[in-house]
């Protein structure tokens, strides 16, 4: 070998050697990072008992039903609130206190009622007749009795001092406001009596409203979010559905007419984008005059309901502009890399020949996507029972001067107490869900712990998968003669021997993911929580942290998917495995820019492609702008609630099938340079692949070398060519 190709293989490495008893994947292997396989089987017991933990401290009825002064859930069943539902104010104009953006609690008495008030009175004027104060008392505390003077009742707050017509919303009550003449109301009057004899405007309970509305605004959202869930989770099925079998058929397409369904996916991709820009033009030139369409957005504002950002010009314009970007991306990447495209083409092809032979590989990321569902649920439930296993916390709220305002209370013996005393207006009212126990005070550390694990399970089924299937193709390579040298189920096969030997290994590089993941969430975390008071050269260092730390992420990811390739060919260690992968790969570098960068780019059309046709479907459906589909589509808040979640499972569906192509080709590529080190395609050591590949991939590297190496490329390819000859006529 000459000197120059002796430096660089010492630097990356020594190149394989033959082995005659190499037949693939090894089949005599051990076990692997052991230390690592312990640690995870303890983390995972420890996250057991932090989700049993939590599931006996957590309610997630704090999250669902709204909560009186005494911290009780209204319309609960099964206790006596439950035919109480909706919570009531006192006093609805307390809720404009500066207190309430603050401690997210109105400072006054809160109870569950059976409905809102649907008419004026004040308890003066109900007090002077039985049937109104019997009327009155719905909206009182348990133990007011008719022979209860008015002075009584209101120092004790037992009463509020006036009612207002009111509407339930988000299960609550509040003011019926409305408009008449330019004048806001409330009940149709534009006046009301606060309790006291005093006359004041409607108007003055909007800042009221206005608070209390702040607190519950994300909620109300969610409700909404959740009602149109509700309303269309089985046209969202059926959508998905779609998305699978148009991501499966592609496959089977590309499985048989590979070439034809690569440039007929190029062209529809940019069919798709073009009818995108078209249609962005027309809903554009639409709205041309039409009042508060040339709003900005900058003027607009954040708007709960989405639909309002489409009354507006500006928001076409921009999608039209993205949109056009994209696509001149895509047609300039095609002209530049037009004939690598042709190589990554011939790569699908022989990827669909292995996937032919390996069937069942289409079926895995089913199996994959039902794990990550489990961990994903698992998650999900633990983090809602955690942040709910609080216990109720009551504070001291008062209208006058109070030096014990705000201070924790006792609401069972607060009348009788020193605090009541010497704040005769004070009152003891629930404020929020805390706690001061051991478990509370190391509540944050256990949602730490939650997360972390949900990354690493994560990352491990993820891994499970990539190591599975790169065994099974794997087991299609290196087959002599191919399917009779293969494994009878190669996916369950190489499924086996993940798990039974190197389940270390996938916690090793799983872990090292998570690790990087969680650091990233800290810096998010960090970000958000300086915002306000960061000054240029904190924010400046925090971006190029998380730029750091998004690339070496990604850098981590490669790594491992080819590290897991190895060891599911020579069952050795991570770390061991993750070396030879990056040396090989470094040997190979002018082709793995092509592999990587091509091939990957061609299955992301695919993956775009899917995504845009079952995207605009959903989009038609449910937005209602197309006639057949008026009757049949379900009527929502949000139209774009389903629309996101369709384009979002497309794609992840359209992912994991194509991830298989994706896993495919990576393992066929290592395989292939480790083809190249051991054998010569010589009769007494032939090669493994297919002639077609060793054509594509020998005669990409030798146009992308420099003059010399190409030459002596072009030597070593003119003296195996007989051989390869030979060994064809034979066959």
């Given at each position: 070998m000459p000197e120059e190709d002796g430096e660089?293989?010492?630097?990356?490495?020594e190149p394989r050697k033959y082995d005659p008893t190499f037949k693939g994947p090894i089949q005599n292997r051990g076990c692997t990072d052991i230390v690592c396989c312990i640690l995870f089987i303890i983390a995972i017991l420890g996250y057991f008992a932090v989700g049993i933990l939590a599931w006996s401290q957590g309610d997630p009825r704090k999250v669902i039903y709204p909560t009186d002064s005494r911290g009780q859930f209204c319309g609960q069943a099964g206790t006596p609130l439950e035919k109480k539902p909706l919570l009531f104010y006192f006093n609805i104009m307390k809720c404009a206190s500066p207190m309430v953006l603050l401690e997210f609690q109105c400072p006054t008495t809160q109870m569950c009622v059976e409905k809102c008030p649907e008419k004026f009175?004040?308890?003066i004027k109900a007090y002077s007749n039985k049937n109104d104060f019997d009327y009155y008392k719905q909206f009182c505390k348990d133990g007011v009795t008719n022979t209860m003077g008015v002075p009584d009742i209101l120092k004790y707050g037992l009463c509020p001092a006036m009612l207002t017509p009111s509407k339930?919303?988000?299960r609550r009550c509040f003011p019926a406001l409305g408009k008449q003449g330019g004048v806001i109301t409330v009940g149709n009057n534009s006046h009301f009596d606060d309790g006291s004899g005093k006359m004041r405007d409607a108007k003055d309970l909007m800042d009221g409203v206005k608070n209390a509305t702040v607190v519950i605004e994300a909620r109300q959202v969610v409700m909404k979010i959740f009602e149109d869930y509700t309303q269309s989770w089985y046209w969202i099925l059926i959508g998905l559905v779609i998305a699978m079998l148009t991501s499966l058929l592609f496959i089977v397409l590309l499985r048989f007419l590979a070439g034809i369904m690569v440039w007929v996916m190029i062209?529809?991709?940019i069919l798709v984008i073009g009818y995108g820009i078209v249609h962005c033009y027309i809903e554009y030139a639409?709205?041309?005059?039409?009042?508060?369409?040339?709003?900005?957005?900058?003027?607009?504002?954040?708007q709960t309901d989405f639909t309002v950002y489409l009354q507006i010009r500006q928001t076409w314009l921009a999608f039209m502009i993205i949109l056009a970007i994209v696509e001149l991306i895509i047609i300039l990447l095609l002209i530049f890399l037009r004939k690598r495209i042709l190589i990554a083409i011939a790569l699908i092809k022989e990827a669909s020949r292995a996937i032919g032979h390996v069937m069942s590989s289409l079926f895995y990321p089913l199996f994959t996507f039902l794990l990550l569902a489990m961990v994903i649920a698992y998650w999900a439930v633990t983090a809602v029972f955690l942040s709910t296993s609080n216990e109720p916390i009551y504070k001291v709220f008062n209208e006058t001067a109070c030096e014990h305002s705000r201070q924790t209370c006792d609401p069972a013996n607060y009348t009788t107490s020193s605090m009541k005393k010497e704040c005769p207006d004070s009152e003891c009212l629930f404020a929020f869900y805390g706690g001061e126990t051991v478990y509370h005070k190391y509540l944050i550390g256990l949602q730490f712990y939650n997360v972390f694990l949900f990354f690493w399970c994560a990352n491990f089924v993820t891994a499970l998968g990539q190591m599975t299937l790169a065994g099974a193709f794997a087991s299609y390579y290196w087959a002599f003669v191919k399917p009779d040298d293969m494994p009878a189920f190669p996916v369950f096969s190489a499924l086996g021997r993940s798990l039974r030997y190197h389940t270390g290994t996938l916690a090793f590089g799983s872990l090292i993911l998570a690790i990087i993941q969680i650091i990233r969430v800290l810096l998010e975390y960090l970000?958000?929580?300086?915002?306000?008071?960061?000054?240029?050269?904190t924010k400046f260092l925090l971006c190029c942290l998380k730029c750091c730390f998004w690339c070496l992420e990604k850098f981590i990811k490669f790594i491992n998917r080819n590290a897991y390739i190895m060891v599911a060919i020579y069952g050795k260690n991570f770390c061991t495995s993750a070396r030879d992968a990056f040396f090989l790969l470094m040997r190979n570098m002018i082709r793995v820019a092509v592999l990587d960068k091509v091939t990957d780019f061609l299955l992301f059309l695919g993956k775009l492609l899917i995504v845009g046709l079952v995207g605009i479907f959903a989009f038609f459906f449910f937005s209602g702008k197309v006639k057949a589909f008026e009757s049949t589509a379900p009527h929502l808040h949000y139209y774009w609630?389903?629309?996101?979640?369709?384009?979002?499972?497309?794609?992840?569906i359209a992912?994991?099938?194509?991830?298989?192509?994706?896993?495919?080709?990576?393992?066929?590529f290592l395989c292939f340079c480790e083809d190249l080190e051991r054998n010569d395609g010589s009769a007494a050591r032939p090669y493994y692949m297919s002639s077609t590949l060793h054509e594509i991939l020998w005669k990409n590297k030798a146009e992308d070398l420099p003059s010399s190496s190409a030459q002596r490329q072009d030597d070593e390819d003119i003296q195996l060519k007989p051989k390869q000859a030979e060994e064809e006529d034979a066959t």
């Open positions: 660089y293989f010492g630097k990356n490495g009175m004040t308890l339930p919303f988000t062209v529809l991709v639409a709205l041309k005059g039409e009042p508060g369409a040339d709003v900005t957005l900058q003027d607009l504002g954040f970000d958000h929580k300086l915002k306000g008071a960061q000054n240029k050269c609630v389903p629309i996101l979640t369709v384009v979002i499972g497309s794609y992840l992912h994991g099938f194509f991830s298989v192509y994706a896993m495919c080709v990576d393992t066929l």
